[in-house]
């Protein structure tokens, strides 16, 4: 059976483009924290500043899974708003620019796993 996602407050996208659009729509609305969980249990979290993003992938709710990857980048980002209110700041190498995590996304969401050029970080 191939996998699905839904958004973790019920919404179910027709199809991966339409659940990158809610995606991108909901950044635009200052939703800075979306999680997506997948008919075969997994879990996929994006965390954004509008400018770089923290992109998690986890197999289950009780794995620390893994994140897209910047390696050479250098400084720190703000303004990764939780839907909590925290707010939290990130390495830029432990995150991507925002355009790119919108790619890794969509492929994620239409072949299960990130793009082959993806640098990621497994924290197992």
């Not at 924290?33 to 879990?43: A, I, P, V, Y």
């Amino acid at each position: 059976m191939a996998e699905s996602w839904n958004f973790s407050d019920g919404t179910v996208p027709a199809s991966p483009a339409a659940a990158l659009a809610e995606l991108r729509k909901r950044i635009d609305a200052g939703q800075l924290e979306t999680w997506l969980t997948s008919s075969h249990g997994r879990s996929l979290a994006v965390i954004t500043n509008t400018r770089r993003a923290m992109v998690m992938l986890l197999d289950d709710q009780d794995d620390p899974g893994g994140h897209a990857v910047t390696p050479q980048a250098a400084g720190r980002s703000q303004g990764f708003l939780l839907a909590n209110g925290q707010n939290d700041e990130y390495l830029d190498e432990d995150t991507v620019p925002l355009p790119d995590a919108l790619r890794i996304v969509d492929h994620i969401l239409t072949a299960g796993a990130p793009p082959g050029d993806t640098t990621w970080s497994v924290d197992r």
